[in-house]
């Protein structure tokens, strides 16, 4: 089977940043990915950190046919266009996620990267995160109660042995903010009603409310993912940066849908005191895949 990009299941850095790229209308779509893959290797990080490269799935499909998930798309229209729940979409071209035990390596590896790059694609948009409490969101609940071990998470993000593009996974990055003075306003009761948890212990309520957020992500419902969010911002402007991977696109996409309120069952709860604002699909190739692709270009 390919191997993963490991840093897509290293757990416990509490520094992240998420870089998008969109490749210059005067690159070498081609040159751009392997420009990328290549980043990953020593003579351009800098040691303590984890990097995980991804592609807009039409541009990996275009430039690694081989290598590219059957039946993906990119986040390509909004979700629940002009409603008050609408899901944004902020479709770019390569993500670069680092992450590290400080910020100072973090914010060194960032810089180097986008020098890097600069020759084939500018950067525009960048979010920085950090762990929040060890396991807990901005809304005090634990965030990933049912996140699979990691031996499990091996088989729920990633594209499976003998499938095409196996080894890689899919990766929907988005960016939530939360409208804290409301959340804060309400009593914990009314809290654990829209998580659908309990926020001391996260035990899953029982029954759970038909519009919490429990219920309507239900992995027993649309497929497992494996998750690893962060927080993100400052005392005024804050939220969750959703970071989920799965082996394929259909319960993320699902999941959405349903947080919506798409079709004739109730919008998640949550969604009336957070709002996304990015949106983006990306490939997460093999590292096999990456490695080979990255050292195409150098005869």
Same mark, same amino acid.
């Given at each position: 089977?390919?191997?993963? =990009?490991?840093?897509?299941?290293?757990?416990?850095t509490?520094a992240?940043?998420?870089?998008?790229?969109d490749?210059?209308?005067? @690159?070498?779509?081609?040159?751009?990915? @392997?420009?990328?893959?290549?980043?990953?290797?020593?003579?351009t990080?800098?040691?303590g950190?984890?990097?995980?490269a991804?592609?807009?799935?039409?541009?990996?499909?275009?430039?690694?046919p081989?290598?590219?998930?059957?039946?993906?798309?990119?986040?390509?229209?909004?979700?629940?266009?002009?409603?008050?729940?609408?899901?944004?979409?902020?479709?770019?071209?390569?993500?670069?996620?680092i992450a590290?035990?400080?910020?100072?390596?973090?914010?060194?590896?960032?810089?180097?990267?986008?020098a890097?790059?600069?020759? %084939?694609?500018?950067?525009?948009?960048?979010?920085v995160?950090?762990?929040?409490?060890?396991?807990?969101?901005?809304?005090?609940?634990v965030?990933?109660?049912?996140?699979?071990s990691?031996?499990?998470?091996m088989?729920?993000?990633?594209?499976?042995?003998?499938?095409?593009?196996?080894?890689?996974?899919?990766?929907?990055?988005?960016?939530?903010?939360h409208d804290?003075?409301?959340?804060?306003?309400?009593?914990?009761?009314?809290?654990?009603?829209?998580?659908?948890?309990?926020k001391?212990?996260?035990?899953?309520?029982?029954?759970?409310p038909?519009?919490?957020h429990?219920?309507?992500?239900? =992995?027993?419902?649309?497929g497992?993912?494996?998750?690893?969010?962060? @927080?993100?911002?400052?005392?005024?402007?804050?939220?969750t940066?959703?970071?989920?991977? %799965?082996?394929?696109q259909?319960?993320?996409?699902?999941?959405?849908?349903?947080?919506?309120?798409?079709?004739?069952?109730?919008?998640?709860q949550?969604?009336?005191?957070?709002?996304?604002?990015?949106?983006?699909?990306?490939?997460i190739?093999?590292?096999?895949?990456?490695?080979?692709?990255?050292?195409?270009?150098?005869?």
């Amino acid at each position: 089977m390919a191997s993963p =990009q490991t840093g897509i299941f290293a757990l416990g850095t509490a520094a992240h940043a998420y870089l998008e790229f969109d490749v210059l209308p005067s @690159a070498d779509a081609s040159i751009a990915v @392997a420009d990328v893959a290549r980043l990953r290797e020593p003579r351009t990080t800098i040691g303590g950190v984890n990097l995980v490269a991804g592609y807009r799935p039409e541009l990996w499909a275009v430039v690694a046919p081989d290598a590219a998930p059957s039946g993906v798309a990119g986040f390509n229209e909004p979700i629940a266009r002009g409603s008050a729940r609408e899901m944004p979409a902020t479709q770019h071209d390569i993500v670069m996620w680092i992450a590290g035990a400080s910020y100072d390596v973090v914010f060194d590896t960032s810089r180097a990267i986008v020098a890097e790059l600069m020759g %084939c694609a500018t950067l525009v948009h960048e979010i920085v995160g950090w762990q929040y409490h060890h396991d807990r969101d901005l809304t005090g609940f634990v965030d990933g109660t049912e996140n699979p071990s990691i031996v499990e998470a091996m088989s729920v993000a990633l594209v499976p042995p003998g499938e095409v593009g196996e080894g890689s996974s899919l990766l929907l990055l988005q960016q939530w903010e939360h409208d804290a003075i409301s959340w804060e306003a309400l009593p914990v009761a009314a809290q654990e009603g829209i998580i659908g948890r309990r926020k001391a212990d996260s035990e899953e309520l029982d029954p759970k409310p038909p519009a919490s957020h429990v219920a309507r992500t239900d =992995q027993d419902r649309f497929g497992k993912i494996f998750r690893r969010n962060v @927080a993100f911002g400052t005392v005024s402007d804050h939220g969750t940066i959703f970071v989920g991977f %799965c082996g394929s696109q259909g319960p993320l996409q699902q999941m959405l849908e349903s947080m919506v309120g798409l079709g004739s069952e109730p919008p998640d709860q949550l969604t009336s005191v957070a709002r996304a604002v990015t949106g983006a699909y990306y490939v997460i190739p093999s590292a096999d895949r990456l490695a080979a692709f990255g050292a195409e270009d150098r005869a």
